[in-house]
């Protein structure tokens, strides 16, 4: 039976893979990721968990060293932040080329420039063409969760991806959350013994990342997005049996009082939660407001965001990083490009808020509320409360 | 001029000779690979897989040998193989040993030792493969990291690396009218490697097959890391003839410029004897096209530098002592 | 493995493109390359394998007398074999073709 404890989000993300029993952690150390690779360690050399510790020299050694052991058919968990994932970002294609199930924890932070350490989600916005599994966390249960079933469906046969977690830099890695840690025997009922598709060893030698010519090429790149595309039917599956396993349900959108709703918020990360507050407020005051919490960011849930956004006349998406001369926040543009054959549609606009740690607070999104009512903003994007 | 006008002595006096019968016939790295006519590297490699055996994991950063090697849907190798990408064949063979030896450990594949053998480019191992090699070294892990140093990035083109020796052209650091080739010396990445406290470095060729394979064997027993600089012709770059491949290495010992030796624990040893009197740089030379607009006076300033250097690792010969 | 018609479709491709034959490499006969071909004079050879040990192809095999001899699919010419020989058993020759 699970144990309600207060714990650090980080080191929980940490308690979460050891739970998975991993055999190697590469991982370097980058604000606020720390406490995770540190735990690790303490895990390891404390000897809870049997795996290896790599204190590689830098975050592209670091998912380099993940493919390395992930490659001979070990379970393997890596974990950064901002400058870090852009460090090894040329390596995050090949991982998920390579079908190599490797999980990631995220401690999204501000990438520079300027240098900031605070969170949003400029980091892993970049990561989006690169054929990663990712998931979104709320809360500190979330992160907890979200680790262990990433392991699971990595590791599916029929999916056969990366799967990286993300969970806000500080505002949630930092903060002490009540949450509910399975125990070893419950994950062990769950997550089975990994049993790669094909390892380096000598018994059966594979030739693994081979050169492909134009001829090929185009052929490969198809058959990897059909892969992440059908990995959504797996995930649902694996959040169907985690519900049943430990009662906490999981969604790509969870929606949050929109059956009523005219104007819903979106919002994706620890910020959903203020945003409830700021839709009970403004219920409260008698404005029908709801809110879409995304969970599942890739492979992006189509189907269920389409269904999620029926009967809503405005919909105030939310982002933490923007594709600077381009069409505003990311996962507005990708709303707005998901929406835009549905015969009827919501109006759409987009702020861009909580860059680089700036606090986003109930009133704000009550306000933002407010705004959106009218269907349209002064701006087809706005930073939301930048000076000037 | 072949090779046979050469030698005067007895073949009898010359045990060598007949060794090459006694080496394994088994082909880990087959024919069939696209490397160009009389490739030093793709030799190296070949002999380098027979002295390692079948229970070897290679991770090899892209270069000339990854690319002529693994075009899907075949590949030349029947040894267990990976390539990721071009700076991080040290990280990725670290890797592999960590899985390994974990995977051992908790008893989820077989009990015996496979050895985890990064392959690189001077390329991927001195330049933007440096940080990585380093950084793999210096962890400790179970492994053997081989730089074929052709003294350029071949595969792209011949462009300059940091192993390209003074006053070479390469694309990137031509023969102009003004600046006359690379215009600064090769750096040593054997002597940086004994500086990170590793068991065992080696310099190797593949004119000295022996030689070299005896050494990849003796680091493959190392347990912990170990190094291996091999000096590969390449006949395209270096604009020599096909042939002369291993001439080129020869004479390259005979003149000092790659003397072959190895460090145990810090103690250095010389593994092929160099001819007292040794011959000029001009004879190495003047054999490859991409030194053809050396000037007289250039020769000198080339000359005495192998000389020095030859007497630095004379003095380290002569008064290394180990650290075990 | 089933046999599969190359160029494979976007479902038959390998995950990974990862490659199940080793040694498949030798489906491609690199010996169109050559312009000269090694030839072996038995009478001069003193079977000591150095073209053997020396061939970048691993090509040159050893006959049931202890002769050797270049695979001519896979031979490029490069002439290292020939230029190594020490009692010059080997000579490149032209190709016919």
């Known amino acids: 039976m699970g144990k309600r404890v207060g714990m650090e989000v980080a080191i929980a993300s940490a308690e979460a893979a050891a739970l ?369 | 001029m072949t090779t046979v006008k050469k030698y005067t002595k007895s073949v009898v006096e010359n045990f060598d000779l007949y060794a090459p019968k006694l080496v394994s016939k088994e082909e880990f790295f087959n024919a069939g690979h696209r490397a160009c006519q009389g490739c030093g590297e793709a030799l190296a490699i070949r002999l380098m897989c027979k002295a390692l055996g079948k229970d070897t994991v290679i991770t090899n950063a892209t270069g000339c040998m990854e690319v002529i090697s693994s075009l899907y849907p075949t590949t030349a190798w029947t040894l267990p193989w990976i390539h990721v990408a071009f700076p991080n064949a040290a990280a990725v063979a670290s890797g592999v040993e960590a899985g390994l030896r974990a995977l051992r450990r908790k008893g989820k594949i077989a009990d015996r030792r496979v050895k985890s053998v990064a392959i690189g480019g001077d390329g991927g191992t001195m330049d933007i493969g440096f940080q990585a090699l380093s950084g793999a070294m210096e962890r400790g892990h179970d492994m053997l990291y081989v730089c074929f140093d052709n003294e350029a990035y071949m595969n792209t083109g011949i462009q300059r690396s940091s192993g390209t020796p003074f006053l070479a052209s390469t694309t990137t650091a031509p023969a102009g009218k003004k600046i006359p080739g690379n215009q600064v010396w090769k750096k040593n990445l054997a002597e940086i490697m004994v500086q990170h406290n590793l068991p065992y470095v080696a310099t190797a060729s593949p004119s000295y097959p022996l030689d070299f394979m005896n050494k990849v064997k003796k680091a493959r027993r190392v347990k912990g890391p170990s190094y291996i600089h091999c000096l590969v012709t390449c006949p395209t770059g270096w604009r020599s003839a096909s042939e002369t491949c291993i001439k080129l290495g020869r004479l390259a010992l005979e003149t000092g410029i790659f003397p072959l030796y190895e460090v145990e624990n810090g103690v250095y040893k010389l593994t092929v004897e160099i001819p007292e009197k040794r011959r000029p740089v001009e004879d190495y030379l003047k054999l490859q096209g991409r030194f053809r607009h050396l000037t007289p006076d250039q020769m000198p300033v080339i000359q005495a530098r192998v000389d020095l250097e030859f007497k630095k690792l004379q003095n380290k010969i002569d008064h290394s002592v180990s650290w075990v | 493995m089933t046999e599969k018609k190359w160029p494979e479709t976007w479902q038959e491709v390998n995950p990974g493109c990862m490659v199940f034959r080793p040694g498949s490499s030798r489906e491609y006969h690199t010996g169109s390359w050559r312009a000269k071909r090694p030839l072996w004079d038995n009478a001069k050879c003193i079977k000591c394998g150095v073209c053997y040990i020396y061939c970048p192809e691993g090509c040159v095999t050893e006959d049931a007398d202890g002769f050797f001899e270049a695979n001519l699919d896979y031979c490029k010419g490069c002439g290292i074999c020939a230029h190594e020989c020490w009692p010059g058993a080997i000579k490149m020759v032209n190709e016919e073709e």
């Open chain 1, 20 to 388: 998975c029993k991993f055999d190697v952690a590469a991982v370097y150390p980058i604000t606020p990721q720390s406490h995770v690779a540190e735990h690790l360690s303490d895990i390891v050399n404390d000897g809870r968990v049997d795996a290896s510790f790599i204190t590689v020299e830098s975050e592209h050694s670091a998912l380099s060293a993940a493919m390395g052991a992930s490659a001979t058919g070990a379970r393997v968990v890596t974990a950064t932040s901002s400058q870090g994932l852009l460090y090894m970002h040329e390596v995050l294609p090949i991982t998920s080329a390579m079908r190599l199930p490797i999980v990631m924890l995220i401690a999204n932070r501000a990438i520079s420039g300027p240098i900031n350490i605070w969170n949003d989600h400029s980091d892993i916005m970049p990561q989006r063409d690169t054929g990663w599994i990712s998931f979104f966390a709320d809360n500190g249960q979330e992160v907890v969760d979200m680790t262990i079933q990433a392991f699971k469906v990595a590791e599916h046969r029929e999916v056969m991806l990366p799967v990286n977690v993300n969970m806000d830099g500080f505002q949630l890695t930092h903060m002490v959350e009540p949450i509910i840690m399975p125990d070893q025997g419950e994950v062990d009922r769950f997550l089975p013994e990994y049993v790669p598709y094909a390892t380096l060893h000598p018994d059966r030698p594979v030739s693994m990342g081979t050169l492909a010519m134009p001829e090929i090429y185009a052929e490969a790149q198809k058959a990897k997005n059909v892969a992440i595309v059908n990995s959504k039917k797996i995930i649902l599956e694996v959040w169907k049996e985690w519900e049943k396993l430990f009662g906490r349900r999981y969604e790509p959108i969870q929606a949050y009082r929109t059956k009523d709703a005219d104007v819903a918020l979106v919002t994706m990360g620890s910020m959903g939660e203020t945003a409830e507050i700021a839709v009970e407020e403004l219920r409260k005051q008698g404005v029908k407001a709801g809110l879409l919490k995304i969970k599942l960011w890739r492979p992006f849930p189509f189907a269920e965001l389409r269904k999620a956004v029926q009967g809503i006349r405005v919909l105030a998406v939310t982002d933490r990083a923007c594709s600077f001369g381009g069409p505003g926040g990311p996962v507005f543009s990708e709303i707005r490009s998901a929406l835009y054959e549905e015969p009827v549609r919501p109006a759409i606009v987009n702020y861009i808020i909580g860059l680089g740690g700036r606090d986003v607070q109930v009133e704000d999104f009550m306000e933002m509320v407010r705004q959106a009512a009218r269907g349209k903003l002064s701006e087809p994007y706005v930073f939301y409360g930048v000076r000037g």
